[in-house]
């Protein structure tokens, strides 16, 4: 009984040995492939050389210039976008769209943290051609208003809103606009999500 006890244990022992030899080859083997087949990183630069031949921007870089038909998506137009996120405080401090500010009517601070928001997101736009002058307009009108302090009912606030409006509708083709009271909801229960 003790020997078959001593040869058990020699074959559980065997066994283990085994499995933890053939454990170890199979590390081994697949370091050995991963270092054999390394991924070699791929050169980019000579990509976007091929496309800048191609007079196409490379495709992970976004248009910059504002563009005709261009959707908002700063990932893929970003002039455009700045154009939009500009409309949308022209337009929240017109009272031509939702807006959320728990209900209350519109501040002072509030009107001058989105004169200075136009104000940033219009330089940020790169425009050539005849609409320039209308972005050069608009930012010198955002100054104008800022210096002024301007708040509700301001007339300059309505002159900002419909120069970047129809730079909207030419450049982004859409007319995103409803009327609001002062508190952000809509009237007659107009109601369109912005874009």
Known sequence: MKNLMIVTGFLVFGAF??????????TNENDEIVKTNEIEPMDYEEDKTQSYMDN????????EFLNVGGNTNPEEYRSNYYLHLAHIDAAAITYNTTFG????PLG????K??????KENLSAIKVTG???KDVQKAIYLTNEAIEAGAGKDDLILDDIHNVIHD???YYIQ??????????????????????
Do not use: C, H, M, W
Request: charged residues 35%; hydrophobic residues 25%; without cysteine.
């Open 101 to 104: 500010n728990g209900g209350a």
């Open 174 to 195: 859409k007319d995103p606009d409803i009327k609001v009271d002062e508190t952000g909801s809509p009237i007659n229960g107009e109601y369109r999500i912005r874009n």
């Open 108 to 111: 002072k601070e509030q009107f």
């Open 17 to 26: 040995l085994i499995a933890f030899v053939g454990e170890q080859n199979t």
């Open 56 to 63: 196409e921007p490379p495709k992970n870089e976004p248009v």
């Open 167 to 169: 730079l909207y509708e």
């Open 113 to 118: 943290t989105s004169l200075e928001g136009i």
């Open 130 to 132: 005849e609409k320039k």
